[in-house]
Nanobody, 126 residues
Framework: QVQLVESGGGLVQAGDSLVLSCAAS????????MGWFRQVPGKDREFVAA????????HYADSVKGRVTISRDNAKNTVYLQMNSLKPEDTAVYYC???????????????????WGQGTQLTVSS
């Protein structure tokens, strides 16, 4: 069982940078693939980024590639999402997710993740 708590959201201006954090409680954090997803009301949940158990492999949505970096600190049971050059279209509720095992071919599919946080709102004003 893993419990996830996101933090770091808020109201920022276009062009700003922000770091979202996701703290995990429970056992064996380092055995989980971790992902970030986002959702806007009325739209489907969207994959943002994911990192494998060791942190060696990262994956990004095309919409954020080059502006976003996902990382993890297994000693602190925390995964981060560094977001740069924020755009109004990045406005969403951001969710952290954990899953195991997750093949690389399904790492962008939220249905393969077992645990989810409650989400943190990020609003980017123009």
């Amino acid at each position: 069982q893993v419990q996830l708590v996101e933090s770091g959201g808020g109201l920022v201006q276009a062009g700003d940078s922000l770091v979202l954090s996701c703290a995990a409680s429970g056992r064996a954090f380092s055995s989980y693939t971790m992902g970030w997803f986002r959702q806007v009301p009325g739209k489907d949940r969207e994959f943002v980024a994911a990192v494998t158990k060791s942190g060696a492999s990262t994956h990004y949505a095309d919409s954020v590639k080059g502006r976003v970096t996902i990382s993890r600190d297994n000693a602190k049971n925390t995964v981060y999402l560094q977001m740069n050059s924020l755009k109004p279209e990045d406005t969403a509720v951001y969710y952290c997710a954990a899953g195991q095992p997750i093949p690389i071919r399904t790492i962008r599919d939220g249905r393969t993740y077992n645990y989810w946080g409650q989400g943190t709102q990020l609003t980017v004003s123009s």
